[in-house]
């Protein structure tokens, strides 16, 4: 969510700091400040809104020195303002903080009695209060940062900054992730390789109560516990956290481009062969199980949703899908025989991690799926596998998406060759089928000029919903998620079938209706409720393959031709045209494709 960039080097800091926080933008913000300490100086400058704002500011008023802490901010407590931004300075300490303090509420009456009152809204600046309060009691400064660090509640990676020491960083994670990062005679500290990677490609992952004294000549680990603890130190691949947009105008536009290439590449991974064999080797015996509980949010447990059909279709294995922020508050019974998946795109999605933890010691086996394989919810699983999508700037997930279902759509085919559901034939087929996806997505890529057409109409309209029928459902959730994140028109998504048990009421010349519509075994019901809508008024937006579009078509507003797929694997494919609708929608209506309003790419709040 929020980004931390820290520094001890040998060069102005104000500049690598903003560098950093910028290779943080794709997490979304609304603010961004740094603060650095020149001659023993603390001192800070922060700005509203973009980071060229900052960059503006520093301009007009430079901030000197070597030593210094960094923050993309994206509101909790407190609106977002220049006053509300990070870093919080009191006396003698300056604060960046990813996470919620759940209890600044009382750390403030405390420090009210001190005379000590808060300057903002944030539950951030209790921190800096908080640990200056232990400074004035005699403290040194790691030791104030180590009472101040042993009294908070909640999530946190935190770094601190303290007037008079320009080689002293002291970094703390629970719940939300960092890393420190090695230089030679520098040291530096980030809320992921990313913001790293210009400075550093030897990184030490900070462990769930950890905290780091960071000083040129090195770092010292503390555990929760604060006993000295060894860190390992792992050299990051660059190429697989460099990004830029490859002459794309946006970094979704380019992702949205680049998946044939990672799904042809997870494919490879996950079906050496048709027997599968690579899938046994990492350790997933699917007849231990009697079912499967998903947990993911947004975008990944729509992924969770369309395999949901994958696994009791091809496997014959229940699957139920629960939204992580509401899982474990419904305390869900478990046992041995319960599979528990989670899925997310950064692995360190704070509610999806907190009802891993959940599960951990009731389920008969936790395992993940995740772009990030250092992330917590990775660490934390009995065993991890990656997505191999890349790196994905872009808030709006989409090739993660896509290699969500694909690994999942690998196990589900995995699951029913365990279980004795389908033979040796069966398998090759529907290998053979989910090994075509990557070309069909190219074939779907070509439709990109109809889709802007259609766009162009579209971003017209205040409302829109989409429809699909069984996996395509969960794709129409999708659709309309998309469309209402970076576009901000209205959308819902409906099974077919639904629409006829409330939604038509919505149905007049002013509500397009866009359907999912391949040529498959329920099509005709699907032409039917397409003819409810058009009965009505409602414009259509049918996508589907020549023989559906020739089939059922007449009438529609606009059509969408896709390739012909056989099969189970549609959806993989009918993704590209969803996320191409909401891209040119985004762009004709002229918002922020890659960072649009509200929003953040890894969510580490709950």
Known sequence: MCGIVGVLGNHQASPILVEGLKRLEYRGYDSAGIATVNGGRLDRRRALGKLVNLSDALVHDPLPGTSGIGHTRWATHGAANTVNAHPHQRGRVAVVHNGIIENYR???????????????????????????????????????????????????????????????????????????????????????????????????????????IVTRAGAEFLDAAHQPVTRPRRTVDLDSVLADKAGHRHYMSKEIAEQPDVLANALKYYTMDKEGRHLLETGVDFTQFDRIVMVACGTASLACFVSKYWFEQIARLPVDVDIASEFRYREPPLDGRTLTLFVSQSGETADTLAALRYCTGQAGKVLSIVNAMESSIARESDLALPILAGPEIGVASTKAFTCQLAVLAALALQAGRQRGVIDAERLGTLTDQLRQVPGQVTQALSVSPQIKEVSAQLARYDDVLFLGRGALYPLALEGALKLKEISYIHAEGYASGELKHGPIALIDEEMPVVVLAPHDAMFDKTVSNMQEVMARGGRIVMISDAPGLKAGGEGAWQKVEMPVIEGPFAPIAYAVPIQKLAYFTAVEKGTDVDQPRNLAKSVTVE
């Not at 104030?144 to 908070?152: C, H, Q, R």
């Open 106 to 212: 009382e750390l403030r009456a405390r420090l009210k009695d001190h005379q000590i009152t808060p300057e903002t809204e944030t539950d951030t600046e209790t921190v800096a209060m908080l640990c200056d309060w232990h400074l004035s009691q005699g403290l040194t400064p790691v030791e104030a940062a180590k009472a101040t660090i042993s009294e908070l509640a909640g999530a946190y990676a935190l770094c601190f900054l303290f007037q008079g020491e320009d080689d002293l960083i002291v970094a703390a994670r629970k719940g939300s992730p960092l890393a420190v990062g090695w230089g030679k005679g520098e040291m530096f500290v980030g809320s992921d390789a990313l913001a790293l990677a210009p400075m550093t490609n030897e990184i030490s992952y900070l462990e769930e109560g950890d905290i780091a």
